[in-house]
C-alpha cells in the first residue's frame, strides 16, 4: 500500500508531502531435505515420503499426479500427513497397485517429487 507524510502549517493543507508504496511479499519457504527421486515398493509395504523445510512454519501441500491429496475419515485409514518442526511427512499404510504414481510436495516457492 502507499502510505504519505503531510505537514500542515496554520491550516495549509498539502504544504509539504512525502510519500512511499510498500510491497510485502510472502516468505520464500524451501527444501533443505526433499523427495528420494524413486522408490519402489510391493504391495502391502509401507510407503512414507518426507521432507524437511527451512522454516519451522512453512506449509506444504502434498500431490499425487498432480492431484492434491486428500485425507478422508475412514474407519480403516491408510493415508496420513503429519508435521513436526520442519519435518513434513506422506505415510500410505500397505500400499496397493493404485498407490503408484507420481508424489510431489510443494511450499509457496519450491517442489520435489519422486516418481
Known sequence: GYYDCRIT????EGADVTGCNVLVEEFPHKFSR???ENLELTEREDLLLQVTTTEKDAAVSWYKDDKPVSIERKRQQRLFISCSDCTHQLKIEK???TDAGVYSVRTNRDVSRCL
Open 9 to 12: 502549517k496554520f491550516g495549509k
Open 34 to 36: 526433499k523427495l528420494a
Open 95 to 97: 500400499v496397493k497397485l
